[in-house]
């Protein structure tokens, strides 16, 4: 038999490469015959669970403990631990851990979810603030808290929005803007400390420079609540919206398009006016004394048919002159009336002074008679002849006139 020694070494094997071996397992009959059989490099590994390489390690590996760490061959294991003073404790699937002391990892509040989402039971809170913080205050239902107050909140029902009551009272949140199954609520606000004034719900459209707006406020007293709906269609030119039902309180009124004068329904003339079109007018009675001056409402005293009489208290007389007394005048009754001087038992008063009080006569007082205290006289005021056109004083003595 050769000697094995002799033939030439190969330095690297192949799994295929193949080896003389001396069969030893038993045939049929139980009988170990030892023949000289080849077999290959894989199967013997194969048989013999031979590990071949460790992370890419072959040969001689060595297994060693690292810090904290213990390294304990056991029959065909081997146990790595830590020791009793390191990292322990245990938790649930799908939970974030956190540390319950130095060394121990536990259940923390925080889940995850399929790896899709985080799990919170409430709040996430700013770190040093405990007043700033977002999370769900209940099932469905999410806010949003400031050192104020809650901001926002969001819940089955809508949204809601909250806000300071000015800049300065920073201690206080109240309602602003609400989303409900029914539609917007813009909040107005009470007197409260820091705010300006009473006010209704208001909502502003600034222009694209965000300086300038034009905007719509609710009503800041207690009235009737009413609410409107606008038209399904587009008016035209010139029209207006007007209601088309007076107002019924908590429901809905519908506006429409109508004319500026003429709105959603028509307008009637009453006692004293007339209406053309669109366009209202006095109805005046012919000389009742009201006239129009210069599209103004004007009195006219010189009417001759106002009805009634002016009273004493108000600048006239309380009554007026008879048809028949055609010569009559009024006068004083001696009480706080006027009566026709036809109609009473009295006599006429002429004006009454001295001689110096007398004015000097002339064509404008021509025909005036006047009682002369001084002298005891009556006296008139004429020419001294026919077309003269020169007057003198005369005084009244039985029948005959006698120059003063």
């Known amino acids: 038999m050769a000697q094995i020694q002799t033939y030439p070494r190969k330095t690297t094997y192949d799994a295929n490469d193949l080896i003389l071996i001396c069969d030893k397992t038993p045939d049929a009959n139980g009988v170990v015959t030892n023949d000289t059989k080849t077999t290959t ?3 013997i590994a194969d048989n013999l669970n031979v590990v071949e390489t460790l992370n890419t390690l072959k040969g001689d590996v060595s297994i060693t403990a690292g810090t904290n760490i213990t390294v304990t ?4 294991n081997i146990e790595i631990s830590t020791s009793a003073s390191n990292v322990d404790g245990s938790g649930t699937a799908g939970t974030i851990p956190k540390w319950s002391d130095s060394n121990t990892l536990t259940d923390s509040i925080i889940k995850d979810q399929g790896g899709e989402d985080i799990i919170i039971p409430r709040y996430i809170k700013h770190d040093g603030d405990n007043d700033s913080l977002f999370g769900f205050s209940g099932p469905n239902n999410f806010i949003l808290d400031t050192d104020s107050g809650t901001k926002i909140a969001a819940g089955p029902t809508g949204v809601t929005l909250y806000s300071d009551t000015s800049d300065t009272a920073t201690t206080t949140s109240v309602k602003r803007f609400e989303t409900t199954t029914t539609g917007v609520i813009i909040y107005g606000q ?5 705010a300006a004034s009473e006010r209704g719900g208001i909502v502003r459209y600034y222009n694209n420079a965000n300086d300038r707006f034009v905007g719509i406020s609710g009503p800041v007293t ?14 035209t030119a010139g029209q207006v919206l007007k209601l ?20 959603g329904g028509s307008y009637t003339a009453g006692d004293g006016l007339d209406l053309t079109g669109t366009t209202f007018s006095t109805d005046l009675k012919a000389n009742g004394g009201l006239v129009i001056e210069s599209t103004e409402l004007a009195v006219n005293l010189s009417a001759s048919a106002i009805t009634g009489t002016l009273g004493i208290v108000d600048g006239g007389t309380g009554l007026s002159l008879s048809t028949t007394g055609t010569y009559n005048a009024l006068m004083g009754n001696g009480g706080n009336s006027f009566a026709e001087s036809g109609n009473v038992d009295t006599a006429l008063k002429l004006p009454v002074g001295a001689t110096s009080r007398r004015p000097t006569a002339s064509a404008d007082n021509v025909g005036l008679i006047r009682y002369n205290s001084e002298t005891a006289n009556f006296e008139v005021s004429k020419q001294t002849t026919q077309s003269s056109g020169v007057y003198a004083w005369y005084i009244i003595s039985g029948l005959t006139i006698i120059s003063g």
Do not use: H
């Open 73 to 76: 061959p056991s029959g065909q």
């Open 244 to 263: 088309n039902n007076p107002l019924i309180s908590g429901q809905t009124q519908d506006l429409v398009w109508g004319d500026a004068g003429s709105g």
């Open 190 to 194: 009470t007197v409260a400390a820091g």
């Open 41 to 43: 490099i894989s199967t």
């Open 222 to 235: 207690q009235g009737t609540n009413y609410q409107v709906r606008l038209p399904d269609s587009v008016g």
